[in-house]
């Protein structure tokens, strides 16, 4: 995937702008000390998709990440 070019058109589509208030959200701040960070960036930097998975399903299990993820959504429309 072609991150540079995806985050020119969220930049220039204003859906940027968007999902980094979500990420600011207090939702988002909840959420983040429901990680564990070491697991996280171990996950990712192996493309261990199955343990990213997992701690997905685990925030979408909360109100926080169900609203979250709305938020994400609505940006993206």
């Known amino acids: 995937m072609d991150f540079e070019k995806l985050a020119r058109e969220l930049q220039s589509s204003g859906k940027a702008e968007k999902l980094r208030a979500a990420a600011e ?28 998975r997992g701690m997905l399903a685990r925030l979408l299990e909360t109100e926080e990440g169900r609203a979250l993820a709305q938020r994400v959504r609505e940006a993206m429309k």
């Open 25 to 52: 959200s207090p939702e988002c701040r909840k959420l983040s000390g429901l990680l564990d960070e070491k697991s996280l960036q171990r996950a990712a930097l192996s493309g261990d998709q199955e343990a990213l």
